[in-house]
Each structure stands twice: as structure tokens, then as C-alpha cells.
């Protein structure tokens, strides 16, 4: 895809988004190489296109399950903050996807870790620990707050975890501005899969 964007910004340049991804800060009429530009467009599309997507989804499909705690989100838009972190602790998108390898041997939550052993870090498992939150498989605007695991911890956690849940807030805010009554179709309720990311791959939604 990159290489036929850039094969017709070569033929006819733009001046929009793509313009600035091939010439931006590069001399004039030059254009930069697709394999340059490819991890960090990996980056863009995983983390920061699908990710605050799934952000929304959560969060959405979340509060649909507590139609009174929906209704008050609607009301008062200051509310979203809160529940997009309940949302990505409720059903964490970045469900099972980070692995470490141990540097030496310990022992975690009573079981022996020999240093070499490959580990799975699940991060919505944890989110759902029943030592750490109550009820964790119920969503809950209200819940006291707390911590959760939802962008890693520690020296790898994610860079993103300051812009992606004010994306998916600003896209809330206006989702329910633009149609308020809207909510999820009863006929196809969602259906959210996945190992590594988790969430649904259609919200299916009527607009009230
Ligand atoms: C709701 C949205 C997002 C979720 C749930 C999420 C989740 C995570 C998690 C759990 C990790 C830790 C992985 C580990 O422990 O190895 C991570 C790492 C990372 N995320 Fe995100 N992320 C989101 C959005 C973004 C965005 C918007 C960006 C950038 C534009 C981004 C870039 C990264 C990068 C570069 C890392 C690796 C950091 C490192 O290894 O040092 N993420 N993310």
C-alpha cells in the first residue's frame, strides 16, 4: 500500500497527510523510501489507528451493558475519561501480546521462574484479578479507582497511554453528540475475539 501511495505522490503530488509522510523535511522533489518509513507506520497503524479503535469499542460495548451507567455518560461528557480506563481494563485490547524472557531465576505468585524461561505476560488477566478488583468481569463506571495493567507497566509500557485514551474520548464525546440514541444493534451483539489484541472486529449499533 505505502509503495502505490508513494508511486502516486511521485506522479501527482498532494499537499495533504501522504504529501508530508513522502516530502515532509525532505529536499525539494525528493521523495522518502517506503522502507524507511515502514516500522514506523507499523507503529501508527497498530498502536496508534487500531488501538485507540479498540479503546472506543471496549468502552462502548462496555457501557452497553450498563444501560444506566450509558445514559449518565451521555448526560455528562466529563464522565468519558473514566470510562475509557474501565473499558481498557474490562477487555484489555493489548490482551495477551507481550512476552519477556526471565535474566534470572525467581519466584512470582508462588510459582519458580528458571532465568531463560520465556514468559506470556497477560495483561487482561491480570486486569481481571479478583485479589485486586471486585467483580472483575463486570464492567463498572463506578469502580473505585484503580490502577490497571491495560498499557504494560515498567520500562517497555506503552507510549501511547496518555494520547490513546483522549482519542478514544474525543470520539466518544462525538459519537454521542452526533447521534445520541444510538446503542447496540439487539439483533447482532457483539461477538470479541483474540489472544494477542482483543475486541470486537464490528460494533453493530442503531441509532436509537
Ligand atoms: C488503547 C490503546 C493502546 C493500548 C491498549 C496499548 C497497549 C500497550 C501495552 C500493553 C504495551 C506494553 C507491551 C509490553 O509490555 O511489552 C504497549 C507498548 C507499546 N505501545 Fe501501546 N497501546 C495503545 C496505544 C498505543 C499508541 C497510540 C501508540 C503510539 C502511537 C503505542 C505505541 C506503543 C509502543 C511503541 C510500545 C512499546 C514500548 C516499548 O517496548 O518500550 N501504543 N502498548
Not at 80 to 86: D, N
Not at 108 to 127: E, T, V
Not at 138 to 162: M, Q, V
Request: contains cysteine; charged residues 25%; glycine residues 12%.
Amino acid at each position: 500500500m505505502l509503495t502505490r501511495l508513494r508511486d502516486a505522490e511521485l506522479r501527482t503530488p498532494s499537499d495533504g497527510p501522504v504529501a508530508t509522510l513522502f516530502r515532509g523535511g525532505m529536499p525539494d522533489g525528493e521523495l522518502r523510501d517506503v522502507e524507511y518509513l515502514l516500522p514506523s507506520q507499523l507503529l501508527v497503524f497498530l498502536g496508534g489507528l487500531q488501538e485507540p479503535g479498540h479503546a472506543c469499542g471496549v468502552t462502548f460495548h462496555g457501557l452497553s451493558t450498563r444501560p444506566e451507567q450509558m445514559a449518565r455518560v451521555k448526560d455528562d461528557p466529563s464522565l468519558l475519561g473514566r470510562a475509557v480506563v474501565e473499558g481498557l481494563r474490562w477487555m484489555s485490547p493489548l490482551y495477551g501480546g507481550a512476552s519477556r524472557t526471565a535474566v534470572t531465576d525467581t519466584t512470582l505468585g508462588g510459582q519458580q521462574i528458571r532465568g531463560g524461561d520465556h514468559i506470556w505476560l497477560i495483561y487482561g488477566s491480570a486486569n481481571a484479578d479478583e485479589g485486586e478488583f471486585d467483580d472483575p468481569l463486570t464492567y463498572d463506571l463506578d469502580r473505585a479507582r484503580h490502577p490497571n495493567l491495560a498499557f504494560g507497566l515498567g520500562r517497555h509500557a506503552c507510549i501511547g497511554s496518555a494520547y490513546a485514551p483522549q482519542v478514544a474520548r474525543i470520539a466518544l464525546e462525538e459519537l454521542f453528540r452526533a447521534a445520541p440514541g444510538i446503542r447496540l444493534d439487539p439483533q447482532r451483539p457483539p461477538d470479541p475475539v483474540g489472544w494477542m489484541f482483543r475486541g470486537s472486529r464490528e460494533l453493530h449499533t442503531v441509532r436509537g
